[in-house]
């Protein structure tokens, strides 16, 4: 796992001596048509999916049915809250929404996801870092 927005700002800080033809140190074989440019690379990265930050549903819904962590508020209520949701489409609906178990069972009462993201990988012991 990454810190892509680390990784895109040490990229950025290296943009002009990893991708500028003047900065090629007198290589003979230097071939500018080899060099990846900038803005693919960061175009790529940012189209990788997002391992523990928080996706606004205002900005995206998932594209697979799963469980996933959500930040809720149940309708009426301003205190937010933290719980494992599942994102699918019930029996009898058209569309996916947010239930509390892959058998689409609701929630007891009215409530908005605000944020999601997906699960983390379960631990292995000896993987720890």
Request: charged share 35%; with cysteine.
């Amino acid at each position: 796992m990454i810190d892509e927005k680390k990784l895109i700002e040490d990229i950025a800080k290296e943009k002009y001596t990893l991708f500028d033809s003047d900065s090629h140190c007198g290589c003979t074989d230097y071939n500018p048509v080899d060099a990846v440019d900038y803005e693919s690379i960061i175009d790529v990265i940012s189209k990788q999916p997002k391992i523990g930050e928080w996706i606004p549903c205002s900005e995206q819904l998932p594209e697979e049915e799963s469980f996933y962590i959500v930040t809720y508020r149940f309708d009426n209520d301003e205190e937010l809250k933290c719980h494992e949701l599942y994102y699918g489409v019930a029996d009898g609906e058209i569309e996916a929404g947010w239930h509390i178990d892959d058998d689409c069972e609701r929630l007891y009462k009215p409530f908005t996801v605000i944020a999601w993201q997906s699960l983390p990988e379960a631990y292995r012991e000896g993987t720890a870092i």
